[in-house]
């Protein structure tokens, strides 16, 4: 069951905030985060876990509330490098699970 | 160290023929997965290989399918092509099957069908 991403696309200025939300019918394992910029590959970002802690690095942070089954992906005072297309992965069990990955969401950031 | 692997970047094929992909994982990299991907699809899941043995298998049909190599080293094979085939395939290699690390993508090997 492919998660559902929100928002489809999104414009920012630098400097201000984004939040990118990721969602699925199905009880989750762990919710995996990845930003693709045009004509490369996907980077892995985060990995979060049932059961586990917020993650995140400098600007860019991600949630995961279990009873929503639900992770949201948050970019704090945004900067041109962040454009790309975000992606979130899902999988439903632990272990050899396989990852599906949502539609991803496109973010442009402006000058 | 050497990224993922995927060769050749570029293929053009005519409608009915067959192709093969291959994808090398980063060294010590026992896991590989494959991906298609489309514009406005995102990543469509097709199959996972771990120690040789296929894991796991999205909803494709039977023409496609997958192998890999005591080396960890895969490949996938399209038969009969058909124009929606045409996209970017991506692999993708995780330390172990559990992905607790996260996937190191390759750069793909887009795929045109004519």
């Known amino acids: 069951q492919q998660p559902v991403q929100s928002p489809q696309a999104v414009i920012l200025r630098e400097g201000e905030d984004a939040v990118i939300n990721c969602s699925s019918s199905k009880a989750l394992y762990s919710v995996h985060w990845y930003r693709q910029k045009h004509g490369e590959a996907p980077v892995f970002l985060m990995i979060?876990?049932?059961?586990?802690e917020q993650k995140g690095h400098e600007k860019i942070s991600a949630s995961f509330n279990e009873k929503k089954q639900q992770s949201s992906l948050y970019l704090t005072a945004s900067q041109l490098s962040y454009s790309g297309t975000y992606f979130c992965?899902?999988?439903?069990?632990?272990?050899?699970?396989?990852?599906?990955f949502g539609k991803g969401t496109k973010l442009t950031v402006n000058p | 160290k050497a990224g993922v692997t995927q060769t050749p970047r570029y293929l053009i094929k005519t409608r009915g023929q067959q192709v093969t992909l291959s994808c090398s994982p980063i060294s010590g990299h026992r896991s590989v997965s494959w991906y298609q991907q489309t514009p406005g699809q995102g990543l469509q899941f097709l199959f996972e290989y771990f120690s040789e043995t296929q894991r796991n298998k999205g909803n494709f049909p039977g023409r496609f399918s997958g192998r890999q190599f005591s080396n960890s080293r895969s490949e996938m094979n399209v038969s009969t092509l058909e124009l929606g085939d045409s996209a970017l395939y991506l692999c993708?290699?995780?330390?172990?099957?559990?992905?607790?690390?996260?996937?190191?993508f390759g750069s793909g090997t887009r795929l045109t069908v004519v």
């Open positions: 993708a290699s995780s330390l172990v099957i559990t992905k607790l690390y996260g996937y190191t």
């Open positions: 992965g899902t999988e439903t069990q632990g272990g050899s699970e396989k990852l599906v």
């Open positions: 979060l876990l049932k059961g586990g």
